[in-house]
């Protein structure tokens, strides 16, 4: 039975909205946190084992001093308080991914405690979110529900089990409950997600790979009255891993609980699952409190000692951050704030950087990314990201135009080509004869044929009117099968027209 829903518009308007958000970043570490495992991503299921990482009587952990370090980089980037001593922690539950039957994890004693980050939006306002901590622990493996529909465990036959990523270093960045965002709770979400996916690849600490579950969210939200009012009840939505995803979970979940509310219902404290299929949220388990985890400190790992001296060390090792990032870039470029704000918008900040590093022009880069491949991307319903192109075959295609080879039409088809995974632009050129026609004779020969079977337009074109050279342009075009010049075709017209 679908849930009864509140206009977006009318639910903010009669609540006041308060969320936090609870990002788990896995760290790009060569091994496991506390075993020497391997930890790629893909591997052959249950083959990235050892007796520590499934949790075997008498194997005991050791910590991964990298993933330390990159706990405090990232510490360093939030602007987070660095314990001088932290300490792991044992959280008890059950579930068959967690073969210890524990995660370990930091409890009332992590590595990184308060801090923000300021998050630019939309409209290049900024907003900064308060952070709580960003602890370290270790993952747990991952379930594969067959049989029921999307891979849900709702009607599936059997589940399976693959144990490769239990053990993997995470980071999980906790916020405070973010207050004073009224409509906006979903668009703050998502830049501050993806201003955490950007800081972590700076740091070269995460791939960051959201469709991968290297990056994920659990996102809680909960309403009351007025802002002066207590906090409400919270829904927690676990493991949401696209951009999109956090956006409209919110979204859904404010317009869920407003009516709820409104017609005098209670909220529950619950864990719930979004489907992206149905843009819905289902409900799970009742949320468990810190008290149901049964924390202790772990006895087999000793507490961490963290020395000022080394957190100088690996402040002396940060490199540039997104926001310095982007205001050279755009420097770089060229670009005015409206030009820049549009690539960052989309997403497409890397992509562009990347395909003018492989020689094209910024600005060319930007139209073929916010452009064709953009809304290819939206029919698709990938992220620009996930489009079988590379930056390189992008600026491959740009460089065949500047050179006169390709025209805009026979580049567009170019990457549809590339797209359609027929090969490298180079490949999908010559495959399909792909060339802009630069025998003047042929040429020549095109316009005036052209220009013989439009007499009208060519007499409006005599007397000034130069709207209708779209008709002769077009004609030649139909002629060479698209692969003419239009500024060199209009050229040929001038010329005709005033001998």
């Known amino acids: ?75 360093l980037a939030l602007h987070c308080k660095i314990a001088e001593w932290s300490q792991f922690a044992r959280k008890n539950y059950f579930y068959p991914d967690m073969p210890r039957d524990y995660q370990i994890s930091q409890y009332d004693k992590p590595l990184n405690g308060e801090g923000y980050l300021d998050v630019e939006l939309e409209d290049g306002s900024i907003f900064r979110v308060p952070i709580e901590r960003a602890h370290v622990e270790d993952d747990a493996g991952k379930n594969t529900h067959i049989g029921g529909a999307d891979g849900r465990i709702e009607g599936a036959d059997h589940s399976l089990v ?56 659990d996102v809680n939200i909960s309403l009351r009255r007025h802002p002066g009012d207590p906090l409400g009840i919270r829904s927690e939505t676990k493991n949401v891993n696209s951009f999109r995803g956090i956006e409209r979970t919110l979204q859904y979940e404010i317009r869920r609980q407003a009516a709820r ?88 900040l890397d992509l562009v950087e990347q395909t003018v590093d492989a020689g094209a022009e910024a600005g060319a880069a930007k139209k073929w990314w916010l452009g064709e491949l953009s809304r290819e991307a939206n029919a698709r319903g990938l992220s620009l990201e996930e ?19 390709l025209n805009d039409k026979l580049a567009k088809q170019t990457i549809a080509g590339v797209l359609a995974g027929e090969g490298t632009p180079d490949e999908v050129v010559k495959k399909h004869g792909y060339q802009v026609v630069s025998d003047d004779g042929a040429l020549d020969k095109a316009v005036d044929d052209a220009m013989a079977a439009n007499p009208d337009v060519v007499e409006k ?38 001998a």
């Open 261 to 348: 509310l409104e017609d005098g219902l209670d909220i529950l404290q619950e864990t719930r699952h979004w489907d992206e299929s149905s843009q819905t949220t289902a409900g799970g388990r009742l949320k468990s409190d810190a008290n149901d985890y049964r924390y202790f400190p772990d006895p087999d790992l000793v507490m961490v000692h963290v020395t000022k001296g080394h957190i100088e060390e690996m402040a002396k090792q940060m490199p540039e951050m997104p926001h310095e990032r982007r205001k050279r870039l755009q420097a770089e470029w060229g670009f005015s704030d409206l030009e820049m704000r549009d690539v960052l918008n989309a997403d497409a």
């Open 1 to 75: 039975m679908a849930e009864k829903l509140m206009k977006y518009a009318d639910a903010v308007e009669k609540f006041d909205p308060v969320f936090g958000l609870e990002t788990h970043v896995e760290l790009s570490t060569n091994t496991k946190l506390f075993c020497p495992a391997h930890s790629e991503f893909g591997g052959e299921p249950n083959t990235q084992l050892t007796p520590v990482s499934l949790g075997l009587p008498g194997s005991l952990p050791v910590v991964n001093k990298t993933a330390i370090d990159y706990a405090i980089k990232l510490g």
């Open 461 to 498: 074109l005599k007397s000034g009117n130069m709207k209708p050279m779209g008709a002769i342009i077009g004609a030649v075009m139909r002629a060479t099968r698209g692969q003419a010049d239009a500024k060199a075709v209009t050229k040929i017209v001038m010329a005709r027209i005033r």
């Open 162 to 217: 693959d144990y490769n990523r239990a053990g993997v270093p995470l980071i999980e960045i906790v916020t405070k409950p973010i207050e004073g965002a009224g409509a906006r709770v979903p668009e703050i979400a998502g830049a501050y997600v993806r201003a955490i996916r950007d800081i972590v690849r700076a740091l070269n600490i995460s791939h960051a790979r959201m469709e991968q579950g290297n990056m994920r969210a």
């Open 387 to 405: 489009m079988p192109i590379t930056p390189q075959d992008v600026a491959q295609v740009e460089k065949l135009v500047v050179a006169g080879k």
